[in-house]
């Protein structure tokens, strides 16, 4: 075999190799765009699309699936957010097992997983963030994608140098795709300003009576196991922050800034009747102090580095070897909404919800998510 | 919900310990100013302690000296939140001029003060204790959650000031301490 051969095998071979990759890095990519499965309970009255309330998003990236549990008798209207972040997996996750478990008896309840649907289709770059993560049910695995803070770039591009958001704040660039800060929506606004109206004209359309967004945050962030409320709801998630105490789960209250603009718990309240409320919980994950970002990481929650910055008091939340792992995280959001809507109901009977199969936090915080999810391959 | 209120109002009582001071001779009247001392949003878990507890308070979380007139008692709940004095659009140098003066104030009138501290550890850090450094020697008494007294900051200053110290394991758990604290109010 002479050496003119031997090159073009070499280059066959090569050439074979990079289309293998291309291929398999293409199909990973495409998957990506795919959304998960989420299997709804028999309670489920209707599924919504987002577009629904503003027509400009239909059939596009941001046209999410809102769950719509509505009960015999008229009550109260919640709405649930997850996903408003795609990075922060506590929120989505426990939107997904109301969606999979619950039963309304009283009162309407809307739940949106994936706020964000495009944040859901890509990474945050330079972060070396895992695609998905993996929760085993009984009956066999579930996988889910580990998402952006932001709307896909292939989907709202260029970003401005500076972002001027619908509530008048100057914002860098990029938070031109981040969902939580343009409220209250554009309806000729860019994707995420488009979105973030269709949520906003979802609220007052329907009445909603409880506004709730679930996020995750860092450990070294001073926002951090908290419920971040607007002025108008400061009396019911006192009464709902000192239910949650008596479940062994504290928070601490943080009363939504007029001057921070562009927030959920800021718009929200301020552009409609609903009592907004964001809550946070602590995801090393999103942290600066984390060492390799990694689906055990995103589910287990543990990390040296932070057991270290812990012992020198530089984090707001208590963090030890046993980490903060995402079935405390996840089980947190769902004992909020629970009294939240108690809460509600509470203060103001004719707002009344009553749910029934509601996902126990009790048993998530003990068996995580795994035990009240839904198991893989349902029809 | 209402099952857990009913059961800690049954518990509350064995839950709270006096420890500094003679807490039984304490008393307050109604009705009473709540106003915040660092702007954090647990002056609201106050303004709800009291309406449970069936006490007569007005709210105003940016209170003035001149807000104290009609009131026989000073609530200061204690705490510093960036997001708070955000909300309010103040500084922290103007927060706690405005509680300095507010101290002032109630001493000359004679007004009672009861500081509550509900955040626990999570509402200490360097400014929350400026502000409590600050605060607590006017105090006739002091309610706190603890585990923000960990480290014993409050027992330390109490005792240097004889002023009689709660501490309750929860916020919840104050609503019975603050319900003795108060003379029943005579008024028609």
Known sequence: MNRHTILKAANALLLAGVLSVTWFAGRAFHRMHVNDPIYPAPGLTEKILLSRYHSALRSGPADTEIYLFSGKEKGGRLLVLGGTHPNEPAGFLAAVLMVENLQVEKGDVWIIPRANRSGFTHNDPQEASPQRFVLTTAKGDRSFRFGSRLTNPVHQWPDPILHINPAGQVLSGSDSRNLNRAYPGKKEGVLTERTAFAIMELIRTEGIDLALDLHEAAPEYPVINAMVFHENSAELAAVALMDLQLQNMDFRLEESPPSLRGLSHREWGDHSEAASILLESANVSHGRLKGKTSASLIVEGRDKNYVRAAARGLLFVPFDEAGIPLKERVARHLAAVRSLTAGLGDMHPDREIILHRFPSPELVREKGAEACLAPPNQR | ?188
């Open chain 2, 1 to 188: 919900m209402k099952k857990y209120l009913i059961l800690c109002l049954l518990l509350s009582p064995v839950v709270f310990s006096s420890l500094l001071g003679t807490a039984e001779d304490v008393r307050f009247d109604q009705p009473a100013l709540i106003t915040s001392a660092g702007q954090a949003a647990e002056v609201h878990l106050a303004n709800v302690l009291f309406k449970r507890a069936g006490l007569t308070a007005t709210l105003n979380k940016t209170a003035e000296a001149a807000d104290l007139e009609g009131h026989k008692t000073l609530i200061l709940v204690l705490g510093v939140s960036l997001k708070g004095l955000g909300a309010a659009g103040i500084d922290a140098g103007h927060e706690k001029k405005r509680v300095e003066s507010l101290l002032l104030a109630a001493d000359e009138q004679s007004i009672p003060i009861l500081c509550l501290h509900l955040g626990g550890e999570a509402r200490r850090g360097d400014l929350s204790d400026q502000m409590i450094k600050t605060c607590l020697p006017h105090a006739a008494a002091v309610l706190v959650v603890k585990d923000g007294n960990k480290d014993g900051l409050f027992t330390a200053i109490c005792r240097n000031h004889n002023i009689p110290l709660i501490e309750v394991e929860k916020t919840v758990y104050a609503l019975e301490p603050l319900k003795n604290y108060f003379r029943q109010d005579r008024r028609p």
